[in-house]
């Protein structure tokens, strides 16, 4: 990763993604900082890097245990990115959900590959994010033209995988050696690579600096402290938190900030998680009780919009880009879609750590990867190899970093400069503890759809204890 214009976020950074559990990897020196890294000279700091790029070097004991700038391994494989495939001709269909946040920088990378690969053609096929989660499978599924595809991290990959839909992209050059291995543990399926993340991101929420600013605030660190925090904002005149209960696909990106200090470790984190998903424990165990009352608590603080279930993802966008609610609870993702409604905001926005305890807190924020892209199994081999060619054309350093500056997204791609200024903001949360995303690790869409319902419910106004035996009663219907 190299840097332009950061002198004001002149922090650590991350050199290396933790494959499950969190990012503390190796915090990275900004390039427009640094100064003596030479490799095989001394360092002083243990774990610091120099960034996301082939020519990265990590501050690392030596054999005789002394500091030294040595090369640090991103890819799989030690060998320099590789150019992208030769795609050849013949036109492909291009699936995915980002239509509204992603659609004009696609346009404009799908022109250049075309204009380096003559003859291929490459069109855009795009949802809404919820459509896309309910249909994108049986409407991919019955139509092989659309070779390459997007899928979610989590219930929607493992649809396509366990489906057979995808091809082993595992021994491919550019999955290697262009992009960052750790970054690739979102992609794979019983030992093969089905697809490959394109974003690392963030699904903490997104804070409004300059109104942060304006009234004095810093973002509270524990949970008394945030229900402080959204009565002073409420006061204040504004809309706390501008959460999007109208629209489950966005409201439950919360759910990753609320479930991330909710148990003692990440493993029986995981395991209840599971439970939950195979019917063998139901929403009344006192673990997931507990955090469905600290949505009540957030609620009775008047941290949400009113009339919180019925608000769109599209009024939650409005509310915070014109200012009236300073925090968007969703994630760095959507920095793009905020810009388009409000240029001004560029270069205002941080990332809010969502504290859900008054203990020391294990985490302080969720990364994720996903947008998975994959090649169709069930596409002509003709068109098996454009999908691999655009593929591969996405994961080199010049066209990842079009797409990270234009669209706002951190990207798991070796080689990339990142010029955005909200993407050099925010880059210094890859130094910082986090947590992958746990939402994910519900697998049965079905269960989490019904899990995240009785979540808004509550924060609706619905009984705690009613509304969990409900939902846990439509969950087991639900599984037969």
């Not at 905020?338 to 305890?357: A, D, W």
Request: charge should be positive.
């Amino acid at each position: 990763m190299k840097t332009k214009g950061t002198k004001s976020f002149s922090m650590g950074r991350l050199g290396a993604v933790a494959a499950v559990a969190f990012a503390l990897v190796a915090t990275t020196v900004p390039s427009a900082f640094s100064a003596g890294e030479v490799f095989g000279k001394s360092c002083t700091t243990e774990g610091v890097s120099t960034g996301t790029s082939s020519s990265s070097l990590i501050c690392a004991p030596g054999a005789n245990g002394k500091l030294t700038w040595a090369r640090v391994r991103l890819g799989s494989a030690y060998g320099a990115p590789v150019a992208a495939l030769t795609a050849g001709a013949g036109s492909i269909e291009f699936h995915h959900w980002r239509g509204a946040e992603d659609g004009k920088i696609f346009d404009e990378i799908i022109a250049l590959f075309e204009a380096r690969n003559p003859g291929a053609k490459i069109k855009q096929v795009t949802m809404p994010s919820g459509d896309y989660t309910n249909l994108a499978f049986s409407r991919i599924r019955s139509n092989p033209k659309a070779a390459v595809y997007a899928t979610f991290r989590g219930a929607q990959f493992a649809q396509f995988a366990k489906g057979d839909m995808m091809t082993d992209l595992k021994n491919e050059r550019f999955t290697k050696q262009n992009v960052i291995a750790t970054g690739l543990t979102a992609g794979q399926y019983e030992g093969k690579q089905l697809g490959i993340p394109l974003h690392y991101l963030f699904n903490n929420p997104v804070y409004n600096t300059e109104i942060f600013a304006k009234e004095k605030w810093t973002p509270p660190t524990n949970f008394t402290g945030l229900l402080a925090w959204c009565k002073a904002a409420r006061t204040a005149g504004y809309t706390p938190i501008a959460w999007s209960g109208g629209f489950r696909p966005n409201a439950g990106q919360m759910l990753n900030s609320m479930l991330m200090n909710s148990a003692p470790d990440y493993a029986t984190l995981k395991q209840r998680i599971e439970d939950i998903d195979t019917g063998k424990a139901d929403l009344q165990t006192a673990w997931f009780k507990d955090m469905a009352g600290r949505y009540k608590k957030m609620a009775d603080a008047n941290c949400f919009p009113d009339n919180a279930t019925g608000v769109t993802d599209a009024a939650a966008l409005n509310l915070f880009a014109t200012g009236k609610s300073p925090v968007l609870p969703t994630g760095s993702f959507s920095m793009g879609a905020v810009k388009v409604l409000n240029p001004s905001m560029t270069g205002k926005m941080q990332l809010f750590s969502l504290i859900t305890t008054d203990e020391k807190p294990q985490y302080v924020g969720i990364q994720n990867n996903t947008f998975i892209l994959s090649v169709n199994k069930n596409s002509s081999g003709r068109d098996q190899k454009i999908a691999r060619s655009f593929i591969s054309f996405l994961m080199t350093g010049e066209i990842a970093s079009i797409y990270a500056n234009g669209t706002s997204q951190h990207v798991n791609v070796l080689n990339v400069t990142y010029t955005n200024q909200d993407l050099i903001n925010t880059s210094i949360w890859q130094s910082k503890k986090t947590l992958l995303a746990p939402r994910f690790l519900w697998l049965n869409q079905g269960v989490r759809d019904l899990m995240e319902d009785s979540l808004i419910a509550i924060v609706g106004g619905k009984p705690i204890d009613a509304t969990l035996e409900d939902y846990s009663k439509q969950i087991k219907q639900k599984l037969g």
